[in-house]
């Protein structure tokens, strides 16, 4: 066919609309027009054969996006109709191969690669709803215009970097030398749906720069990585070539989607990187110079295959994690096999799922009837998702809304979405399925035949599990014996098999013992909930959450409807940080008054702990949902103090950001500043606040407030009005007192009273000049406090040197000596201000993330050894279950490998300490005040 004009330019009714099946028919006649039009003739009958008819009522009555680009580009729908969908591919191919010579921002990037993606989707899309394709021909197809355009854009942006003089190089055949693109994921394994997510990332040799050239080339490719992204997802209101991600940072102003072939070594080198590692186990080069990207796979291969176990205890969470993509746990089984039997059969490293599910069976890994299965599986996840994507114009798993619902099934070919859901989760439960097979291993079957144990109260057996007292949890046994009887037929041991060794193994035992046995007594039906738990993999987080943080979780204890909470399934819907916590979990209404404040942070900070110890969360949520409990329950707490005295009154509330904020065992210092006199009424507003906080609970639950960061001390005036305050920052305050008053941060009353309260602790960095002075006074209170106060132990992170406390005074004394200047750096999050300052050029951004890593590694120790009550390995010697939960809070895989990260954070702070706080010469500073 040979079309006279390539689009035709409609509005797009059809995405903002309600999907309406009984506007097929008028669809589908304004396109056969459209297409008259174009062609100067009638197709003709050709297009009423019946299965190219209800193909076009499906196109428009199901989907959204796909019918705007049909009536948009007419020529090329009937052309994929007509003489399918390769002569459209083709033309594509070669309208890519002529954007060689382009140039121009990503902008122009993307209005050059969208007409040439959508002629493409609209040809693929047009061949699997006909029949004419299989989804597996479809998605490779996909795959092969996804290289095409990742190499297009890739050398574009090089040559326009080259333009720029930003880069010393030649370009062959379009191609920078030393350059290449790497796929992972469902782009590297040919299981990519339209509209991804791309997993990409691009690599470049720095060594080929030299001088100033390299530190230019740096920067240019920093602005190719965020020009990348820019051009594949577009602008706000665009509709995205692909969504991409990268396995090398967030990707936040293309951050990660560009790294030196250094960066990348060093990163496999990392025992914290093994997801980079296993993204890179199975990649492959899909663009750029594909001689150098070959030899860089080759050079890495040593690194990842032999070193260590690539899984891990991470990687087998991370497979078992529940997702919206249906997709998911056949992607983790074809992972595990991937990257079990990759490093001795190369085939199985960017084989599709359902090539690795037959090649596993063929080499005896699994049962062929399992692997017909899941290749089955496979193709119906990847057929769900990819008519979704086509329905929506996006990257979505699946429908959100009625009328998307009926359109999802037809499309798929059901009659309803309830029975398309029925089909979708027997697969996926099939799925799971194979997955925890596969994770047991092969002697998992032989384990469910042995013997059972023939005395469960042997009272000497349980001492050597670690219980202190055999006789008695011998009696508590015998209870729960009873408790099942009285619950069903089933035996006590085959409810829980294996749970009082898995017990043992925590780091608090018997507190275990204790709290399961009050879960059973308070919770109905607790006895089948034990038992569904143990199937339904929830019984570990549980084991771990009662033995290790025993006393955090404590409050879900205390009455059946908090109970529940033990056993409620929980996922990817879990929050991750503080932000989405509270959001999830609001705190009460004013009218609960304190009492009701303090119930909801005990119940918070439970949930947090259980969510924590069983890995639904990582201990960085932990830290900022921990964090925000803390900040919204000062504020409750301040607002119902306020009420309670003088509603009127001008008095707010203000914090100091610190280390380990809300983290339980940690003082709060905070501060109040009176906006007008009044009386005795703010001074009674802020006593009643600070006797709320004495009231939230004791031990883990306690609060620490320290109000001695005041005009006075402890001896002056709780509020202290403007000028007080004022005072006391330029003259009374000692040096720990100033850098403090930095990090201010003002948290509660009228909106008057905080703006007063704003500008007055702004004072607190007005004059930098002091701060050299000040920067040596607090470097001889350093000094006195580690000698007087030493550490007993390397886990006391408080005390050590280069450890979190250190970490918090070089981000305090940098936002004190910066701040006057860049006034953002006193509201923002310490990890957002050390991305400004890298931005300001006050430190290069190898330091700003530096201390971001070791700031973020510190707290999460200190959540989890908060959560345990625990602080010395000499005195508690840690327990399997919970050196388990240590090394995931340091994101290793064994806690054999914490101690050398932790020796090697405190040595990098301790450097920088000298370098940014002592002012001794350093490449990572880069400006001063």
Not at 40 to 50: C, F, K, M, S, V
Not at 406 to 418: K, Q, R, T
Request: proline share 5%; hydrophobic share 45%.
């Amino acid at each position: 066919m040979s079309p006279r004009s390539f689009a035709k330019t409609v509005d797009s009714e059809f995405s903002n609309e309600t999907i309406d099946p009984t506007r097929a028919a008028s669809g589908a006649q304004r396109w056969r027009r459209a297409l008259a039009e174009s062609l100067g003739q009638d197709p003709g009958a050709t297009l009423d054969e019946p299965r190219r008819m209800l193909a076009m009522l499906k196109i428009f009555g199901s989907t959204r996006r796909l019918a705007d680009l049909c009536l948009k580009y007419p020529v090329f729908a009937g052309q994929a109709f007509l003489e399918g969908p390769s002569q459209v591919l083709a033309e594509a191919a070669r309208d890519l191969t002529a954007l060689n010579g382009g140039v121009g921002g990503p902008d122009a990037l993307y209005s050059a690669l969208s007409p040439i993606k959508n002629r493409a989707d609209i040809a693929i899309a047009v061949a699997e709803i006909s029949g004419q394709w299989t989804t597996g021909e479809a998605t490779a197809a996909r795959t092969d215009l996804a290289e095409r355009i990742v190499e297009t854009a890739l050398a574009w942006l090089v040559r326009v970097s080259v333009s720029r003089g930003e880069l010393p190089i030649t370009l062959d055949d379009s191609c920078a030398k030393g350059v290449f693109a790497l796929a992972g994921g469902d782009f590297a394994h040919e299981d990519l749906a339209p509209y991804g997510p791309l997993d990409v990332v691009a690599v470049y040799d720095a060594a080929a720069f030299e001088g100033p050239a390299a530190r230019m080339a740096e920067r240019a490719f920093v602005r190719i990585g965020a020009e990348f992204r820019e051009a594949f997802e577009g602008k706000p209101g665009d509709y995205p070539l692909y969504s991409v991600r990268t396995p090398f940072g967030n990707g936040v102003n293309g951050a990660g989607f560009v790294e030196s072939v250094a960066r990348v070594t060093a990163a496999l080198n990392n025992p914290q990187q093994n997801p980079a590692k296993r993204w890179l186990a199975a990649s492959r080069v899909v663009a750029g110079d594909r001689r150098s990207g070959g030899e860089f796979l080759e050079t890495i291969e040593e690194i990842i295959w032999s070193k260590g176990e690539l899984l891990g205890e991470n990687g087998r969470a991370e497979l078992q994690k529940m997702s919206d993509d249906p997709r998911q746990p056949f992607r983790a089984a074809s992972n595990l096999l991937r990257w079990s039997l990759g490093r001795s059969r190369a085939m199985f490293r960017t084989a599709s799922a359902r090539e690795v599910f037959k090649r596993a069976a063929e080499a005896g890994a699994i049962p062929a009837d399992i692997a017909a299965r899941l290749s089955v599986g496979a193709e119906f996840a990847q057929t769900l998702v990819a008519r979704a994507q086509t329905m929506k114009g996006a990257a979505a798993f699946g429908a959100a809304a009625a009328d998307e619902e009926s359109a999802l099934a037809s499309l798929c070919g059901f009659s309803d979405y309830a029975s398309l859901a029925a089909a979708r989760d027997g697969a996926l439960a099939d799925a799971r399925n194979a997955l925890t097979r596969l994770l047991e291993g092969p002697r998992a079957d032989f384990a469910r035949f042995r013997t059972a144990e023939r005395n469960p109260d042997d009272v000497d057996k349980l001492e050597d599990l670690g219980f202190r007292n055999g006789a008695n949890l011998s009696s508590l046994i015998d209870g729960w014996a009873e408790l099942c009887a009285a619950g069903g037929e089933a035996r006590f041991s085959e409810i829980a098999p294996g749970l009082l060794t898995s017990f043992g193994e925590t780091q608090h035992p018997d507190e275990a013992v204790r709290l399961f046995d009050r879960v059973l007594r308070v919770e109905e039906s607790s006895v089948r909930k034990v038992h569904s738990s143990t199937r339904a993999g929830v019984r570990d987080g549980l084991i771990d959450a009662l033995g290790c943080f025993g006393a955090a979780i404590e409050p879900l204890i205390e009455s059946n409807e908090a109970c529940a909470a033990l056993f409620e399934p929980r996922g990817a819907e879990t929050p991750n940080n503080g932000r989405e916590w509270l959001a999830r979990h609001a705190p009460p209404k004013e009218k609960a008054g304190a009492e009701g404040v303090a119930r909801w942070r005990r119940e918070q900070m439970a949930r947090v702990a259980l969510c924590a110890a069983a890995g639904d969360m990582g201990f960085d949520g932990a830290a900022s949902a921990l964090d925000a409990i803390h900040t919204t329950t000062l504020q409750r707490l301040f607002d119902v103090a306020h009420r309670e005295i003088d509603a009127t009154a001008e008095i707010s509330l203000h914090v100091f950001d610190g280390p380990a904020c809300g983290i339980p065992g940690y003082a709060t210092p905070l501060g109040f500043m009176s906006g007008s006199p009044s009386g005795d009424a703010h001074e009674e507003i802020a006593r009643l606040f600070v006797d709320s906080l004495g009231m939230l609970g004791e031990g883990l639950f306690a609060a620490a407030p320290d109000v001695s960061h005041r005009p006075g001390g402890i001896a002056g005036p709780l509020a202290p009005e403007a000028g007080q305050l004022r005072s006391y920052i330029q003259s009374e305050a000692v040096a720990h007192d100033q850098i403090l008053m930095a990090r201010a941060r003002v948290i509660a009353g009228p909106d008057k009273a905080q703006a007063a309260a704003t500008t007055t602790l702004r004072g607190a960095v007005a004059n930098p000049k002091r701060a050299e002075i000040l920067l040596r006074d607090l470097d001889r209170a350093r000094a006195q406090r580690l000698r007087r106060d030493r550490a007993g132990s390397p886990w006391d992170l408080e005390q050590s040197e280069g450890g979190l406390f250190d970490v918090e005074l070089i981000i305090s004394t940098l936002i004190y000596r910066h701040a006057g200047a860049q006034p953002a750096l006193q509201t923002a999050q310490p990890s957002e201000a050390l991305d400004h300052m890298a931005r300001a050029g006050i430190i290069n951004v190898e330091v700003a993330e530096t201390l971001k890593g070791a700031r973020a590694f510190w707290t999460r120790l200190a959540t989890a050894r908060a959560l345990a009550r625990w602080s010395d390995p000499q005195r508690e010697p840690v327990r399997p279950r919970f050196a388990a939960l240590l090394a995931r809070a340091a994101e290793v895989d064994s806690f054999a490998q914490v101690r050398p990260i932790m020796r090697g954070y405190a040595e990098e702070v301790t450097r920088l300490y000298a370098q940014l706080v002592l002012g001794r010469p350093s490449s990572g500073l880069q400006a001063s005040a």
